[in-house]
């Protein structure tokens, strides 16, 4: 039980833009890819991203006049660049066959019961 609501925020995920015709196709499929892929994970590598702040080699600054005495304040001007970088992360090696399961079967049934893979009913 506790693996199919651990699979339950990824089919959500992945029918957000869905009909709620194709969600419940979805549904009806899960049963079956959960025992023919069922979850495995294991630890492996996996590449993320994080925005990291760089200078630019800018500067802007700003003069403030108080009587005879003036004070400039300077401050780099950066931009965001993304880094890839690698850690260790749990991950379940067969979530992509069991989504590609999934979300054939559902567009099998969709077009057996709408006519369409989308489960777009007919207007």
């Known amino acids: 039980m506790k693996r199919c609501l651990?699979?339950?925020p990824v089919l959500l995920g992945l029918a957000a833009c869905a009909t709620p015709q194709y969600r419940t196709a979805q549904q009806?499929?899960?049963p079956e890819?959960?025992?023919?892929?069922?979850?495995?994970?294991?630890?492996?590598?996996?590449?993320?991203?994080?925005?990291?702040q760089v200078p630019t080699?800018?500067?802007?600054?700003?003069?403030?006049?108080?009587?005879?005495?003036?004070k400039t304040?300077?401050?780099?001007?950066m931009r965001t660049e993304y880094r890839s970088?690698?850690?260790?992360?749990l991950v379940d090696v067969n979530d992509p066959g069991r989504s590609a399961m999934v979300n054939a079967c559902a567009a099998q049934l969709c077009q057996q019961?709408?006519?369409?893979?989308d489960c777009e009913p007919k207007k």
């Not at 080699?57 to 003036?70: A, I, K, L, P």
């Not at 304040?73 to 001007?77: A, G």
């Not at 019961?113 to 893979?117: I, L, Q, S, V």
């Open 85 to 89: 970088y690698q850690e260790m992360a």
């Open 73 to 77: 304040n300077c401050q780099q001007v």
């Open 33 to 52: 890819a959960m025992r023919q892929y069922p979850i495995v994970n294991v630890m492996q590598p996996v590449t993320r991203t994080r925005a990291v």
């Open 57 to 70: 080699g800018e500067s802007r600054c700003t003069t403030v006049q108080t009587g005879n005495v003036s």
């Open 113 to 117: 019961r709408y006519g369409n893979a």
């Open 6 to 8: 651990a699979l339950l």
């Open 28 to 30: 009806e499929c899960t």
